[in-house]
């Protein structure tokens, strides 16, 4: 039986009194409040839940332990101790702490209601730090095996819970007894590892290393090409991959004298001699297995010739002409750059650049060996013809003496030139450069003469000039005197005053020799 109270208002219109009931007593209308208080006993006592984790569970130290108490009226009291220690008052929200030492804990709990009913529970949890333990037993770890070889494992905890395993980082496996797995195939080193938990939730995790090896060493070579035609002292270089390698032996040319490492890669030069050579190189592995192989290499120290075919040089040129160059060497096979006047190498030749004055060709020459050979070619261009005067066209008396036309030709290359009257060849001849070049007319007939002088240079650049000149009759004015007349007038004035200057010497000498009184 529980206790409890309860008030009831009930509100109602009467007809007639409750105290008394007349047929003849007159309507009247009444409000009756009524309480009616019940009263039950309570003798249930609280109920006590453990919420988490589970009774006689397995608990790290320090885990929260979560309890609720529950009451149909109120609780008034909640205590608790653990093992044999006092009780101490439970508050809400009724969560403790494992205890640290690993053995199993009794936990007490009490609870009382406002109607003095109690409840006890009692719960058991057994803590535990310890992890699990892993432990390698065979093979040995950070070693070298073929692949498929067994790994086995021991796994040890109190209260175990799971077994997991991965390689190389991969997912993992759950792995049930007996824990043991073959070596993965692959060579090289693989990552083995092994996770453990226990009912508590402690995790443990161990890695392991193995090697695995099925393959005999890999000898390769990372430069230069083999076969390849190369200068001597060139490095070679050589790489040998093994999971477990061993030992390194390498030789030129089938030495007796190799050379011992365990180190890759190696490097070694190639040998002096414009011949073959062999190198020769050995590799084991810890198990045992052996590579070979060898490597051929030509050498090649000699530069490739450069000659040039036409035109010579240093020679005078035309701009555009096509240079051609001969480029040999033992190894068959050129590369060829260019360029003009330093201006940027080129694969492909072009003819000599248009500009009067020098143009300088640079020849570039590999062979497969790297060999290098410069050469360098200097050529003098001259597209520009002569520079020639022109003298103005010309009218003379017939018979004029002194009669001439003069040119002035100026070049840096000159050569000859040829004068023609009225298209018939009538002089030619070597001319230099600023040195006039002068023709004399024949007056002796009349009319029209062109003369045409043609110069031309080294290079065939020409020049020509033409000049008009017109013999025509003297004109003779009357006022003018004759020229015999001329003539007499000169003659006789030459008589007179040769007299006088004669009579005037020997007066001077009759003055000199006169007798003094």
Known sequence: MKRWSQAVFISSILLCSIAVCSVNAPLNY?????????????????????VNPENESIVKPFSWIDIEIEDDVAISQVLYHWDDIANETFEPPYDLMARTSEVAHTLYVYANDTSNNWAAAVFVFISDSTIPEISLNTPINDSIYLSGEIINVTVTDKYLDSVLYSWDFESNVTWNQPYSTPLISGDGEHSFLVYANDTAGNWAKQQFIFITDDLQPNID???????????????????????????ILYAWDQSSSNITTDQSPISTQIPSGETFHILTVHANDSLGRWASTIFIFEVDDTSPTIEISSPSNGSLVHSGAMVTIIVNDTSGTVVLFYNWNGEGNE???????????????????????????????????????????????????????????????????????SIYQNGTLIDSDYWSSGAIIILYIDTTFLGWSNYTIVIIDTLGNLASDSVMVHVVEPEVSESEPSREIIMIAIITWSIVISIGIISFIVRKKNIRFKKTS
């Open 30 to 50: 009444q409000s009756v409040i009524i309480f009616l208080s019940f009263t039950y006993a309570d003798e249930i006592a609280p109920t006590i839940i453990l």
């Open 221 to 247: 070579l990372e430069s230069p090409i083999n076969g390849s035609i190369k200068q001597s002292g060139t490095e070679v270089i050589v790489r040998v991959q093994d999971a477990s390698l061993d030992m």
């Open 347 to 417: 694969s492909l030749l072009t003819p000599i650049p248009i500009g009067d004055g020098l143009q300088v060709l640079e020849v570039y020459a590999y062979d497969l060996a790297d060999n290098l050979n410069y050469a360098r070619f200097v050529f003098e261009v001259d597209d520009s013809p002569p520079v020639l005067n022109h003298p103005e066209d010309i009218v003379v008396d017939l018979n004029q003496e002194d009669v001439n036309i003069t040119w002035l030709p100026i070049d840096g290359h000159p050569s000859q030139y």
